[in-house]
């Protein structure tokens, strides 16, 4: 499976997809417009092994919310990438059983190395 869970409003991950010029067999699905399920979510868990490696602590809405001030566990993390789209890293590649999570520059230079 190739996918990209991504954010279409989200100029970094634009820029990324450009860069990378993914062949046509990935699969590109848009978080705000499709969001992620909790077989999804689930299936990039078992790939990435926690749900905080999945979540972004740059969101505005993690320091809205105060959560930066709580302790938050694996349970939390699920919660609130389920409950809103700003919570997952993004982009996320899955290129068959690897994931890709963030648009960190060794990410991307990852990410191209398995799509070449």
């Known amino acids: 499976m190739k ?3 991504y954010l279409k409003t989200c100029s970094t991950c634009i ?4 860069e990378l010029n993914l062949s046509s067999d990935f699969v590109l699905q ?3 417009t499709e969001p992620i399920t909790v077989k ?4 990039m868990h078992a790939l990435s092994g926690s749900y905080e490696a999945l979540f972004s602590k740059r969101s505005k809405l993690y320091k809205e919310m105060g959560l930066k001030d709580q302790n ?3 349970k939390d993390f699920k919660h609130y990438i389920l ?3 700003t919570f997952l890293s993004r982009p996320v590649f899955i ?3 690897n994931i890709f999570i963030g648009n960190s520059k060794k990410n991307v230079e990852a990410v191209k190395a398995a799509t070449s």
Do not use: G
């Open 15 to 18: 820029r990324i997809l450009k």
């Open 95 to 97: 290129i068959d059983n």
């Open 3 to 5: 996918k990209v869970y």
């Open 40 to 43: 999804q979510l689930e299936a």
């Open 83 to 85: 409950e809103h789209y």
């Open 72 to 74: 938050l566990t694996e």
């Open 30 to 32: 848009d978080i705000k």
